[in-house]
């Protein structure tokens, strides 16, 4: 599957390694450039339509930056001299084929929908596409003890041109009744799915960083989550009020209960220094794509064995990055002293969609199924 960053309406080329030769052409060191016109587009990153216009040329060190182009196909005169032979390609399966997703690597879960994005690659947050930042809102527990709430600030969310989507955490007043803190939320709503990201933390102490599925109909207040959260504070090595390691936490809708763990991180492992891949599997009782099943949280590809055995969400949710302080020595501590900022490189999706944002909601139904669906394996991405 080739794909592309494009704009609604607009035309793009890009440069390609194809799976498999066009029509035995072969030039070591070629690249193949191609273009389409891009009639919509819902995610950061899309397939190309079926039929492309590719041409082979020899290697060049950046890609080609196109012309003006009218809604007509690329002319030849356009390209460069170097130009070798001309081919046209078929791609094998484009996204409008696709009807849903079968998951090869994680025992063929089907969802109908797919969302990829390299945040590094991006230029800027102009060209984030298909997330919310937060701004105004709470994002974050509240000391019961101060009543000091995180408040999000849509200044402390960037871009960073090969890092990723950074989130800040400012050094600021520990007394403050309102912390600054940092939220983005994918902005199409879920009901389950796989969420995979690969994220660098901070270990600047006070912080704490969240990815989680939360209810989408905000009457349920905190309730109805699948959590993952990493206090800076104890990441490596144990606090005076918290084991070291990540914990995870699924909170019951209806009481408040939860089911918790911690897991510690694997030996040689520094989650501040490197980029570690993170993932929630989210099978809904209430689904008809896949066998219910408990959340299932994996760190480096790998299921972690402690995942929560209960309370796994059943109300359409969405998906949360965040990092917040609330100043309580029992949690995140902090505020930091100093900015903390946490990466997130990219972040790969595939999900259902509710037919509704309350209680009793199922999937929305799509009018096909696994048998016109394409295969990926999650974390083998290429955006």
């Not at 389950?192 to 990201?197: Q, T, Y």
Request: net charge negative; glycine share 8%.
């Amino acid at each position: 599957m080739i794909k592309v960053h494009a704009s609604q309406g607009q035309w793009r080329v890009w440069q390609a390694r194809p799976e498999k030769e066009a029509q035995g052409e072969t030039m070591k060191g070629s690249h193949l450039f191609c273009m389409d016109y891009i009639t919509s587009t819902a995610a950061s990153s899309i397939a190309v339509p079926g039929k492309s216009q590719c041409q082979w040329l020899p290697p060049l060190n950046m890609l080609m930056k196109p012309p003006h182009l009218s809604h007509a196909f690329l002319q030849l005169s356009l390209l460069p001299s170097l130009l070798v032979a001309a081919v046209s390609v078929t791609l094998e399966q484009t996204e409008d084929s696709c009807c849903g997703y079968i998951i090869t690597n994680r025992n063929n879960a089907y969802f109908s929908y797919e969302y990829v994005v390299d945040f590094s690659k991006l230029d800027g947050l102009e060209a984030l596409t298909g997330w919310n930042v937060s701004d105004g809102v709470r994002a974050g527990g509240q000391n019961l003890f101060t009543l000091q709430v995180p408040m999000a600030s849509a200044g402390n969310v960037a871009i960073v041109k090969g890092e990723g989507l950074a989130l800040k955490v400012p050094a600021q007043d520990e007394h403050a009744k309102e912390l600054k803190v940092a939220e983005v939320v994918f902005a199409e709503p879920i009901f389950g799915g796989l969420f995979f990201s690969k994220i660098k933390l901070s270990d600047t102490f006070g912080t704490c960083a969240g990815i989680f599925t939360s209810a989408a109909n905000r009457s349920l207040g905190w309730n109805d989550e699948q959590d993952i959260e990493m206090l800076s504070g104890s990441l490596l090595m144990p606090s005076d009020t918290q084991p070291a390691g990540f914990h995870m936490i699924n909170w019951e809708p209806d009481t408040g209960a939860k089911a918790n763990s911690i897991s510690p991180f694997p030996p040689n492992v520094h989650p501040s220094e490197r980029y570690n891949s993170w993932e929630i599997g989210w099978f809904p009782e209430n689904s008809t794509s896949n066998t219910p099943a408990n959340t299932q949280i994996r760190f480096n590809k790998e299921p972690v064995t402690n995942s929560p055995r209960k309370f796994p969400s059943t109300h359409p949710s969405v998906f949360i990055f965040n990092l917040w302080t609330n100043a309580d020595s029992a949690w995140s501590g902090g505020p930091p002293s100093k900015d903390a900022v946490m990466y997130v490189k990219n972040f790969a999706a595939y999900y259902d969609k509710p037919d509704g944002i309350f209680e009793g909601s199922g999937v929305a139904k799509r009018t096909c199924d696994r048998a016109q669906a394409c295969k990926r394996k999650i974390g083998c991405e290429r955006s």
